[in-house]
């Protein structure tokens, strides 16, 4: 039928769609690496000609091949973001490409379910320092909810130097972080303040001076020995390593 059309790009579109239920506008440009706006309109003209069919459950349009069952559309989708619920739920931390590999299924639909199940808040995800990919982690109650949240926001290099530091020295002014921390004044204050203002840390003031603690070292321990594997990734080739594990060898005392 679209042959008929004589009209390379909207066959792609088409068969990607049939290949791939549930597609976004962007997904599908990505895919094909094709203008946006060239993408939408071709993806109106295949719409209005019946070819293809739109949802817009997800707060935007999702395309599907018509006469694809909704409800059965709507079973598999559940199936799929159960098997990726329990695998982050056994290995918190994984990335897109691992789990899609993991899974055996493609990385675009793996991409949208996640995508789903973040906006959803089953699921958390947290960009590397570089933001180069997510790693993502499940919440299983309150408390692991509440855990997971302190990882996302300690997961920045400078901040869990800064909760190692005052793990083992209590208690620390601006200037001690800084000659420990090697970096500018005003990035230091920036994520000094996001730890307070997290309920991370609590601001002790002696006179004039003032100094950071922990607010709940025992709690962040605890975080810190949960994602332990991530940890060390950050610090793999930092000096921090050897704080770590200092500290690790104290803790498990």
């Known amino acids: 039928m679209i042959e008929s059309h004589d009209d390379e790009i909207q066959k792609k579109i088409y068969d990607l769609i049939y290949r791939r239920p549930g597609l976004h506008l962007s997904k599908i440009a990505e895919q094909l690496t094709l203008n946006i706006s060239e993408v939408e309109n071709h993806l109106s003209y295949l719409e209005k000609n019946g070819l293809i069919i739109s949802t817009d459950k997800a707060s935007y349009k999702q395309y599907y091949p018509p006469g694809q069952d909704e409800k059965k559309r709507d079973k598999r989708s559940r199936v799929i973001r159960k098997k990726i619920h329990y695998l982050i739920v056994q290995n918190p931390g994984l990335h897109l490409s691992r789990i899609a590999e993991l899974l055996k299924m493609s990385i675009p639909s793996v991409d949208y ?116 594997v991530h940890i060390e990734l950050h610090l793999a080739v930092e000096s921090f390593i050897d704080l770590w594990d200092d500290l690790r060898y104290r803790n498990e005392k």
């Open 113 to 228: 379910h996640l995508l789903c199940m973040e906006r959803n808040r089953e699921i958390l995800a947290v960009k590397d320092d570089k933001g180069y990919y997510k790693r993502y982690y499940v919440g299983e109650n309150e408390s692991g909810k509440q855990e997971t949240i302190i990882f996302e926001i300690i997961s920045k290099k400078v901040s869990l130097k800064i909760v190692l530091l005052l793990l083992k020295y209590r208690t620390l002014q601006h200037k001690e972080i800084l000659k420990r921390v090697p970096i500018a004044s005003s990035t230091l204050s920036y994520h000094l303040a996001q730890l307070v203002e997290n309920e991370i840390l609590v601001v002790d003031f002696h006179g004039e001076e003032k100094g950071y603690n922990l607010k709940d070292p025992e709690k962040i321990i605890r975080v810190l020995k949960k994602y332990e």
